[in-house]
């Protein structure tokens, strides 16, 4: 339905004929191309660019240690995606964004794949702390996913030991004065100890990252530079930094470039 939705949308900006659908604009019609498609998926998936907005340079350069944080977090990750772009351009609600895209379909995550997700979040507030001595609101959407990883981990999918193959994540809703809450179906000590459980899961994946990123603090700055300067990065010319080779001058960024040879 998305990949439909973005070939309208790129239809609609070339006045090609699409599905069925007819843009009546003799002067706009077109063929539709891949970047076409690439930017109305990106789009759809992450807002629109809002390169009229004003960023002042220390905002764009704690940006791009932010998404650095991230993508080199993840690349150190055995079971995480493989990073496809990095942007510091403002889409949507985000100030940058580090895409990555799944190898393979999988209907099932592990334990330590679920972990690992939680480091790779936790890549960009870790770097802010690290190189800028400060950290931001820019993590505030990590760290809620983060915890909602940590949270299904200990107390939904019984992947904690201490606590051990129970899930505690229904509860009962009881009508009370003019609406509804929701009741825990389980004592104050339990809630205690799932507390200290996902406490314990976010302090490790925060101190693992933190000895990635301080172990390949060369290429983070790196990455940073060059976003600073091409404001994104492809996912080969990444991997290239990463492996200690020059960075080529261009890359393809788009979201179909496994596509493009097709």
Known sequence: KRLQTAVYNAAVGKGATVFGYYVDD????????FDDINNAMMKILAGPEKRSRVTLKKDLYLTAVHEAGHAVAM????????????????????????????????????????????????????????????ISTGASNDIERATKLARNM??????????GPIS??????????RDYQSTKGYSEKVAGAIDDEMKNVIERAYKQCREILRRDEAKLHKIVDFLMEHETMSGAQFVQCMNGEEISASGDVSLLASFNDD
């Open 26 to 33: 003799p002067e706009r019609f077109g063929i539709v191309e």
């Open 75 to 134: 690349f150190n990750l055995k079971t995480h995606d493989p990073v496809h772009q990095i942007s510091i351009i403002p889409r949507g609600n985000a100030n940058g964004l580090t895409w990555t895209r799944p190898v393979e379909d999988s209907t099932h995550w592990t334990r330590n794949e679920m972990y690992e997700q939680i480091v790779g979040l936790l890549g960009g507030r870790v770097a802010e702390d690290l190189f800028l001595q400060d």
């Open 154 to 163: 200990v107390a939904r999918f019984g992947m904690c030991d201490s606590i």
């Open 168 to 177: 505690y994540d229904g509860g009962n809703e009881l009508f009370i004065g």
